[in-house]
Each structure stands twice: as structure tokens, then as C-alpha cells.
């Protein structure tokens, strides 16, 4: 019996829609790129075999060395230079020329000279001038930066990470030496993600009046803050501060004008806020076709204060929109014995059900899932099959559902591009990412709410967004209908405290006033917002 065939290897087949097609100018630009690779590889390896090449002759013709080294041999000149008549290997010296009188210094004084000088140069005295001590520079300080905040009173230095190489380096342009710089690496390694250093990130020596150092921080955000001190034994000792973080409770709420951002930023709260009531209650009403001028808006949540200075937003306790087309809506956040915190109901049913229909915390869509839209630049109807989230680069990019992980990488047009298939024969993709989650890659489980990426605008896009498309059986889907069933309920056990706390939080609710009420508008706030941004973010 013949042995059967073995099964070809699998290829990438393009996804329609996703995979988008290389316009002729990318293709000769591929085509170049490629070329210019080549290239530089072959001027790389004809540069090693020449330095290869170039090393083994050197090694071969090169002077012996001399017996002495090289401090002896500049003190042998010096001997030479001030008294050539007392060496005996030399012959008599001829007679001495009249005298000349003295010329004029040179600009550049002879190396030799100099180098013999300084040999010859007697000891200093075993207390030097004040001049002279204040002149003398310190290993400490010869290569700080003219940046750096300085007490000389206290030995306190701050030094920016800045344009340094690497964590060493850093250390080394705040003064350190080589061995306070080797001790303080060792010191923090087990702490600190050297690798994630930025360039605000401040190094803070603290030193005493011989310039000893007492201490070290390594400050890589407000509540990010690495000491490092002398233990008992002598040595090194890293480890991590706790800052001390106040939580204020805010209760504001206001109508709707213009747009959900804009409102709350009106507020006095971040924009940022707008994505979380979106997250919160999106499974019950459609922002984009649904919100109104003239809707409110209420937030129970709080507010992280370090040294009496804002940091950020803690947990958004309860959230409430009144529409007049979907009525009141209000969602609290519950976290139950296991597992983590979610949005619910008021009867205890989880706001989200398998399917998120949004995996980011957006600012605004930007173009919608149109399968006759008139493309802005190439002027010609091109299926967006898609959703488009406007959010600024780095925002963390979800999961939609549980599944596994069949492309992560660039793919064109789409540039850095995750694709994840699910149950029920659906896929998800999520293109122009900026950069793709430590981990994720083809073949990895993800369950829901994972991150996947973040927000970027790699590949053919012209501003930071996340194209999400949908698919089932080869098929693209419009996601704003598609996504996001209704919730599991909490467990029977978890009922009773779920239900004091939305009481409590419920009457809160009702207490918070509400600014007048702007005029009323015919206009969604939510689409106006996207008209006016589709033609700044255009995905392709």
C-alpha cells in the first residue's frame, strides 16, 4: 500500500474587507523596500569579512609591545625632557645654541610635553588650597546634566531619564559611578521593568557631604516609586514605596449638549467618562442613533488624589441616562466574591452578555458599517464593512468574546492586525493597532475583556483608531446589531448585598441636581460628533 500524501501547508488567505488590497504605489514601494533590504545586508556582511580580513593582518604585522607600559614610558620622556645629558645611553650633547628669547605659547601645546609634565608634577600637599579643591571635579558630577535640579546643600540631585540608552546609562548621566551603578541595578532588578523606562521618568540621588550615597529613588510615575537604601549588612536593598491615595466621592450629573464628552467635560470631568457611560449601558441603548441634546446624565464615582493633586478616576459606582426615546437607564457596579467587577441592572442581570459590542473606551465614531459608502479620497463607492472608534493612541483594545487568536501581526493596509475566532462560526478583527498586548499571538485562548492591543494608527490610516469588523461563515456583519445578548444573572448567594448596595446608590441618584436644560435639537449628539470627524479618520 502506497504511503498517503502528505497535506499541504497551510497559507494566509487575505480576508476580504480586512485584508485590504495593496494600492499600485504601496506595491512599488513593497517592491523598493525589499530591494534596499537586500542591500544593506550585503553591505553588512561585506563590512564584517572586511574587518574580519582587515583583524587577522593587523594581527599578523603588528609592532611588538613594548616591555614597559605606557606611564613608564611617558616618565622615561620626562626624564628625557629635563635632563638629557645624564643618560648614559646617550652620546655627549653638542654645545648649546645662543639664547633665543622666548616664543609665543602655542594653541595647541605639545601632547608630550604636557603628558611628561604631568607625570613630573610633584604630589599635592596633603591639604590643598580651597581654590584648588572646589576646582577639582568629582566622579560624581563630571557627566551630570545641566538639566538636573541640584541642592548642593543637601546632596540632592534629580536627573530625567531623558535620550539615555538604557537604565545604566541613565544612571551614569546622573552621576553615579560604575560601581554605585552596578549596585543599583542589582538592587532593583527583581523590582523594576528596566526595559519600560521613559524618557520623564526621574532618578533622585540623595548624597552625603563626601558625596556618599545615602539614597536612590526611581520615580516612574506619582504611585510608581522605587527607593533604594544601605541595609544592615552593608549592601544595596530595593524596594517599592507606597504613596498614600486619597479617594474623594463625586456625585455630578447634567444634560446633554452638543456631545457626551463635551457635556461632561463642561462638567468639570475628563471626556474620558464619556467611554465608561457607553460601556456601561451601550447593550441598552444605541449612543450613535439614539442620543439626544436634552438627555441627562448622572456619575457616582471616585476621584485618586496624591498630595492633594489629581492622579485619576477610580470605580464608576453608578451610572444613569434619561432618554426620551429609551427612557431611564441606570447601571451599577457590583463586584461579586469571584471573580471581577461588572456592570448591572437594577434586577441583577449583567448589563453584557457574551458579546461586548464595543471592545474600547471610545471618544466617537467615525465611520459606521456602510456598505455604500462614497470613499472621501479614492472618490468611489467602497464597502466599509466595519466600525471605526475614534480614541486616542494607547487606549487598551478588548477581546469581544471569548475565542482563539488566528493573526496577530502587520497584515498591509490593516496594519498591526489581531483576529480572533469565537463560537458559532463568528470572527473578529481589530486593525491599525499600535502596537499588539505582550502574549497575544496565533493560537492563544483569550477570554472576554482581555487586552489585545492598543489603539494606534498603523497601516493605511490617517489618525488613531480601531477598525472592528465582524464576521460569521466568511461573512461581514454590521456589529452595532449583531453584538451583545442579554446578561447572565447574579447568583441567588449574591443577591441580597447586591441589592443594599444599588439601594444605596439609587438614592443617591435621585439627590444629584441637574443643570437648566439647553435648547432642544432635533440633531443626535452622538452623530453629529462623527460627521464632523469622518473626514479627519478615514479607514480605508
Known amino acids: 500500500m502506497s504511503p498517503e500524501p502528505e497535506p499541504e501547508p497551510i497559507r494566509h488567505r487575505p480576508l476580504p474587507s480586512v485584508d485590504i488590497a495593496l494600492l499600485p504605489h504601496e506595491v512599488r514601494a513593497a517592491r523598493v523596500q525589499r530591494w534596499l533590504l537586500l542591500v544593506a545586508a550585503l553591505a553588512l ?33 620626562a626624564s628625557l625632557v629635563q635632563a638629557p645629558a645624564a643618560s648614559p645611553a646617550l652620546p655627549a650633547a653638542p654645545a648649546p645654541p645662543p639664547p633665543v628669547p622666548p616664543a609665543e605659547p602655542s594653541a595647541e601645546p605639545n601632547t608630550l610635553a604636557a603628558a611628561a609634565a604631568a607625570a613630573t608634577e610633584p604630589e599635592p600637599s596633603a591639604e590643598p588650597s580651597t581654590a584648588a579643591a572646589e576646582a577639582k571635579p568629582t566622579a560624581h558630577a563630571r557627566s551630570a546634566s545641566t538639566d538636573d535640579v541640584r541642592d548642593d546643600t ?6 530625567k531619564f531623558g535620550d539615555a540608552k538604557g537604565f545604566k546609562d541613565a544612571l551614569r548621566k546622573g552621576g553615579a559611578s560604575p560601581e554605585e551603578a552596578a549596585q543599583l541595578i542589582v538592587a532593583l532588578q527583581k523590582l523594576v521593568d528596566f526595559r519600560r523606562c521613559r524618557p520623564e521618568h526621574t532618578l533622585v540621588f540623595d548624597r552625603d557631604g563626601d ?81 439626544r441634546t436634552g438627555d441627562s446624565v448622572k456619575l457616582i464615582l471616585d476621584e485618586d488624589y496624591v ?15 434619561s432618554s426620551a426615546r429609551a427612557g431611564k437607564l441606570q447601571a451599577f457596579w457590583f463586584e461579586p466574591e469571584r471573580g471581577g467587577g461588572e456592570f448591572f ?13 464595543t471592545p474600547l473606551r471610545y471618544d466617537h465614531i467615525s465611520s459606521g458599517y456602510n456598505l455604500r459608502r462614497r470613499h472621501p479620497i ?35 493596509p490593516n496594519g498591526n492586525l489581531v483576529s480572533v475566532k469565537h463560537a458559532n462560526g463568528y470572527e473578529s478583527h481589530y486593525a491599525h493597532l499600535w502596537r499588539i498586548a505582550a502574549g497575544i ?13 492598543y489603539v494606534g494608527t498603523t497601516g493605511r490610516s490617517t489618525g488613531p483608531h480601531l477598525h472592528f469588523a465582524l464576521r460569521r461563515n466568511g461573512h461581514f456583519l454590521d456589529p452595532a446589531t449583531q453584538l451583545n445578548g442579554p446578561g447572565l444573572p447574579l447568583p441567588a448567594a449574591q443577591m441580597p448585598r447586591f441589592r443594599t448596595i444599588a439601594s444605596h446608590l439609587r438614592a443617591e441618584l435621585d439627590r444629584i441636581p441637574l443643570a437648566s436644560a439647553p435648547k432642544s435639537s432635533a440633531a443626535p449628539a452622538a452623530e453629529a460628533a462623527e460627521d464632523t470627524a469622518d473626514d479627519e479618520v478615514v479607514d480605508l
Open 211 to 291: 558625596q556618599e550615597l545615602r539614597a536612590f529613588e526611581y520615580r516612574a510615575g506619582p504611585t510608581e516609586i522605587y527607593r533604594v537604601t544601605h541595609a544592615a549588612s552593608g549592601k544595596l536593598r530595593g524596594e517599592k514605596v507606597e504613596v498614600p491615595i486619597e479617594k474623594r466621592h463625586v456625585e455630578k450629573g447634567t444634560y446633554i449638549a452638543g456631545s457626551l464628552g463635551a457635556s461632561l467635560s463642561a462638567l468639570g470631568l475628563g471626556p474620558a467618562l464619556a467611554g465608561i457611560v457607553i460601556e456601561a449601558l451601550d447593550a441598552k441603548i444605541s449612543f450613535r442613533k439614539d442620543a
Open 45 to 77: 556582511g561585506a563590512a564584517g569579512l572586511g574587518i574580519a580580513f582587515g583583524s587577522g593582518l593587523w594581527e599578523r604585522h603588528k609592532p611588538q609591545a613594548s616591555a614597559e607600559p605606557w606611564p613608564s614610558e611617558v616618565a622615561q620622556a
Open 441 to 453: 499571538r496565533a493560537g492563544v485562548h483569550v477570554k472576554q475583556r482581555r487586552v489585545i492591543g
Open 154 to 159: 543637601t546632596g540632592h540631585v534629580e536627573h
Open 378 to 412: 479614492l472618490k468611489r463607492i467602497m464597502p466599509h464593512q466595519g466600525i471605526d472608534y475614534s480614541a486616542g493612541t494607547g487606549t487598551p483594545v478588548w477581546a469581544a468574546a471569548d475565542g482563539d487568536v488566528t493573526v496577530a501581526g502587520p497584515r498591509g
Open 345 to 357: 441592572d437594577p434586577s441583577g442581570r449583567a448589563m453584557h452578555g457574551g458579546w461586548l459590542r
Open 307 to 321: 498630595d492633594g493633586a489629581f492622579l485619576r478616576y477610580g470605580v464608576v459606582h453608578a451610572v444613569e441616562y
